[in-house]
């Protein structure tokens, strides 16, 4: 196991990016996420996060919401290598209105995102779904798509992002209108077998 969130004592550096908080602030706002200790996939824990505490990332291209976002760092962790590992989440909404949204997988190092787009990640609504959604991360460019450099002349590739993962987490992407609503994550692991 390279990476396991079950949420039995708190929130476990979840957070949400508030984008039109940090250019107020002129610095990163993340908002973590509240942990409730039942309740959660076979009613253990889990967190949770709304609109008030995310907002639209003007700079993504496409233009993203970040509701999710886990840095290693956080956890005093060594970045990770996600080539070919399985990825399995509980995502779930309540009252949650996606406005023609999809939500990606994503990952980061370096001042740079790739979304992995190649696999939409279908959120239960109202309830936990009976089985995590999973799939295997792989170094295809026809899955992936890049959404923000730092420095867009020389931005990490995927491959350089994929070996060493600072952070990862979930996006919404190709919104007509703000997400809102509640996203709940019951359970997050990512898992090399060799």
């Given amino acids: 196991m390279i990476i396991s969130n079950s949420f039995e004592k708190g929130p476990e550096t979840w957070c949400s990016y508030e984008y039109h908080a940090s250019m107020v602030a002129g610095q990163n706002i993340f908002i973590l996420a509240t942990w409730e200790a039942e309740g959660g996939v076979g009613n253990g824990g889990y ?7 995310w907002s639209c990332d003007a700079p993504e291209k496409p233009l993203s919401i970040l509701p999710r976002i886990q840095y290693r760092g956080w956890a005093d962790e060594d970045p990770v290598d996600l080539r070919g590992a399985e990825l ?16 990606y997988f994503w990952i980061h190092v370096g001042g740079t995102r790739w979304h992995c787009s190649g696999h939409p990640i279908a959120i239960s609504h109202g309830r936990w779904a009976d089985e995590p959604v999973r799939f295997r991360l792989m170094e295809d460019g026809a899955e992936w798509y890049m959404s923000w450099s730092k420095t867009p002349e020389n931005p990490a590739p995927l491959g350089e992002v994929m070996a060493s993962a600072h952070s990862h987490g979930f996006s919404f992407v190709g919104f007509g209108g703000e997400v809102h609503g509640r996203l709940s994550l019951g359970g997050f692991e990512i898992a090399k077998h060799e």
């Fill in 47 to 53: 967190v949770w996060v709304d609109q008030s505490r």
């Fill in 88 to 103: 399995a989440v509980y995502l779930r909404g309540d009252d949650l209105a996606l406005n023609g949204a999809e939500c």
